[in-house]
């Protein structure tokens, strides 16, 4: 284990903004992973678990504790079925002019044979959505194009198209804070829009198994080639969406046509185009923060205050973040 100092992490992030890790290690197998966590907690140190960084806003003064960058990479094809009951979370999809695009690419999953995969944790999710499809194993195309590992999108509840991560996830391995390894079901993550246990309960994912077909692989290119283009048109250098979008009731009491946070910022709140230092709420997409090159987390935070201030003034909007802020 080659347990390094002081390392910059910006890149390692998207966004490409973020200080040093106080101690910095690459973990390239699971029992790396596992030898990482073990070390942080024998020195008694925080751990902070890096996936592609896609979705992680690292403070300008850097991290306190163990960085682990997981590079895991394994993928197996199991055997085995095994069925689980996905929670039914709120559609978060609604677009103010609906696409046909979209929905002529959906299909009957529920047709085709169910086939069980196992992914490490650090699994780059836009490639082995590729690999699979061209195995002929379908289901996670409508993820396709948001840079992601596994461990991130188990994180977080990943949510692309209509489709959540907990549509998929069947169990996975973790290693929890008592350092036991064990493998948890679906329920164990109390999955919702946005929300795990995981942003409360410091276990770490070590890998994860999904129920997926063998599906109809060409209608699956096909879509994951749709998603790939579509989000290649949104800007790179950031994190996403920064905040969530809003829920049902608070669309409703707005009367708004859609509960996109992308649309509140631009056409209520006038954000758009909105800069602080090289941070800016880009013209192509107003709900996310684009970093212009040289932009740092102050000025992130900054921008992110003022649009909370606004939202609250003028809507009486709590907006709630989408991102991950590592500030120590
Ligand atoms: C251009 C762009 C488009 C995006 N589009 C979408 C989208 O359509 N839908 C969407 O949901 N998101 C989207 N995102 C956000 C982001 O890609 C997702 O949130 C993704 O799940 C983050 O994965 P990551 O590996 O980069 O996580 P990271 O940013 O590395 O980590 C995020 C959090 O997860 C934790 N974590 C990571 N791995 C583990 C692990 N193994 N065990 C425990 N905790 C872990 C980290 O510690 C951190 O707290 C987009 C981002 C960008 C830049």
């Given at each position: 284990m080659n347990i390094q100092k002081n390392v910059a992490l910006a890149q390692y992030s998207t966004f490409r903004i973020g200080g040093p890790a106080q101690y910095f290690v690459e973990a390239k197998t699971k029992n790396e992973l596992i030898e990482a966590v073990t070390w942080a907690r024998q020195h008694e140190l925080p751990i902070h678990i890096l996936g592609n960084g896609s979705n992680t806003l690292i403070a300008d003064q850097g991290v306190k504790g163990l960085v682990i960058r997981n590079l895991t990479s394994g993928v197996e094809i199991l055997d085995q079925t095994k069925v689980?009951?996905?929670?039914?979370?709120r559609?978060?999809?609604?677009?103010v002019r609906p696409d046909p695009n979209i929905d002529d690419l959906a299909y009957d999953e529920s047709k085709y044979p169910p086939v069980l995969v196992k992914l490490d944790s650090g699994v780059y999710l836009p490639k082995a959505i590729f690999g699979l499809t061209s195995q002929g194993i379908t289901g996670l195309e409508w993820f396709s194009g948001i840079p992601a590992t596994v461990g991130g999108a188990t994180y977080i509840n990943l949510h692309g198209a209509n489709k959540y991560w907990s549509d998929y996830l069947v169990e996975a391995e973790i290693i929890d804070q008592k350092n036991r390894v064990k493998t948890v079901a679906l329920e164990y993550f109390g999955y919702d829009y946005d929300q795990s246990t995981l942003k409360t309960s410091g276990d770490v994912v070590l890998?994860?198994?999904l129920q997926?077909?063998?599906g109809p692989a060409e209608e699956a290119l096909k879509i994951a080639k749709f998603w790939q283009a579509k989000k290649s048109h949104q800007p790179q250098r950031s994190l996403g969406c920064i905040f969530q979008n809003l829920s049902q009731t608070e669309q409703k009491q707005l009367n708004?046509?859609?509960?996109s946070i992308g649309y509140l910022i631009d056409k209520q709140l006038n954000l758009k185009?909105?800069?602080?230092g090289q941070a800016?709420?880009?013209q192509k997409h107003a709900g996310f923060v684009e970093n212009l090159g040289g932009a740092t987390a102050t000025q992130v935070l900054q921008l992110i205050k003022l649009v909370q201030t606004k939202a609250k003034e003028q809507l009486g909007l709590d907006l709630k973040l989408e991102i991950v802020p590592w500030l120590n």
């Open positions: 689980s009951v996905a929670p039914k979370i559609p978060r999809f609604q677009l890998s994860a198994t997926l077909r063998r708004l046509p859609t509960p185009g909105t800069q602080i800016w709420i880009p």
